[in-house]
């Protein structure tokens, strides 16, 4: 009897989540126009044919900022293949402390200042940091939760640079 009740459990909760999964791989993410470091106007769209990782972060959130070295490595290693990283605050932040930590971590893909609409426009509000994955056709493949981890990176984003 318990078996039953997993196997219906099942078929009620965890293949509808599937379904929404694969339904949202073909929706277009929220657009954006932020701007830079340099204040120059950088969009989303700009990014369309490479795949794309949007990583939602702030400066007072631990796990974003140890996220950032491993972010750093997977540019450098992966953007000939047609990574790209974007970094977004995911709030109003001081433009002092972002250049203090860009410079800190030796950033090398873009650090966009976002703000507490834009994170709300793109579901983002109870975990940070949050990574979008864009495909190169600039749909929504996936949104990982945390630490975007190497097991997570050659499971869900290594296949779409080969």
């Known amino acids: 009897m318990k078996i039953l009740a997993i196997f219906v459990l099942l078929i009620l909760f965890v293949i509808p989540l599937n379904q929404a999964t694969a339904e949202q791989a073909t929706d277009n993410p929220p657009a954006f126009t932020l701007k830079d470091l340099r204040g120059q106007k950088v969009r989303l769209s700009d990014y369309k044919g490479?795949?794309?990782?949007?990583?939602?972060?702030?400066?007072?959130?631990?796990?974003?900022?140890?996220?950032?070295?491993?972010?750093?490595?997977?540019?450098?290693?992966?953007?000939g293949r047609g990574l790209q990283i974007i970094g977004v605050t995911f709030e109003e932040e001081s433009k002092t402390l972002v250049n203090r930590l860009a410079r800190k971590f030796k950033i090398n893909y873009p650090l966009l200042y976002g703000s507490t609409d834009l994170s709300k426009q793109y579901g983002i509000e109870d975990v940070l940091p949050v990574t979008l994955v864009v495909d190169r056709e600039g749909k929504l493949r996936d949104r990982i939760l945390g630490i975007l981890d190497m097991e997570e990176f050659n499971e869900k984003i290594k296949p779409m640079l080969e």
């Open 50 to 79: 490479k795949v794309v990782l949007v990583n939602f972060w702030a400066t007072w959130c631990g796990p974003c900022l140890a996220e950032m070295p491993e972010l750093v490595k997977l540019q450098k290693a992966y953007r």
